[in-house]
C-alpha cells in the first residue's frame, strides 16, 4: 500500500503546475487525502485536503483561491492543481492518505505518506 507523489518541477512566478498523487490498492478510494508542503528551514504545513467523497475541501489560507485539490473517479488518484504560483510556494510537497479524518489540518492524523515532490517557483 503505497502513495506516489509526482509533478514537481520548475516554473516561473505566476505559472502553474499540477501534482498528482496515486495510490495502490482498492482501500484508497475512501480515505481522506491531504497535501502538505515544506520549505527548506521550515516546518511541514498543511495545503490542502478532502474528504473521500469530495463533499468536504479545506485549504490553507495562503494557497485559496489558487490551489484546488481534486480526484479521479475511481478514487484512487488525486491532484493538486496549482496555479498563479508564487516564489513563497518553493517546498517540497507531499500527499498522504486518511482514513479517520477527525482532524485535516493535522499531519499527525495521516498515514501513509507518499515520497515528496520538489516545487521551485522562480521569480
Known amino acids: 500500500v503505497q502513495l506516489q507523489a509526482s509533478g514537481g518541477g520548475l516554473v516561473q512566478a505566476g505559472g502553474s503546475l499540477r501534482l498528482s498523487c496515486a495510490a495502490s490498492?482498492?482501500?484508497?478510494?475512501?480515505?481522506?487525502r491531504g497535501w502538505f508542503r515544506q520549505a527548506p528551514g521550515k516546518e511541514r504545513e498543511f495545503v490542502a485536503a478532502r474528504n473521500w467523497s469530495g463533499n468536504r475541501l479545506y485549504y490553507a489560507d495562503s494557497v485559496k483561491g489558487r490551489f484546488t485539490i481534486s480526484r479521479d473517479g475511481a478514487g484512487k488518484t488525486v491532484y493538486l492543481q496549482m496555479n498563479s504560483l508564487k516564489p513563497d510556494d518553493t517546498a517540497v510537497y507531499y500527499c498522504?492518505?486518511?482514513?479517520?479524518?477527525?482532524?485535516?489540518?493535522?499531519?499527525?492524523?495521516?498515514?501513509?505518506w507518499g515520497q515528496g515532490t520538489l516545487v521551485t517557483v522562480s521569480s
Open positions: 498522504a492518505a486518511d482514513s479517520k479524518w477527525s482532524n485535516p489540518f493535522d499531519s499527525a492524523q495521516y498515514d501513509p
Open positions: 490498492g482498492d482501500t484508497f478510494s475512501r480515505y481522506g
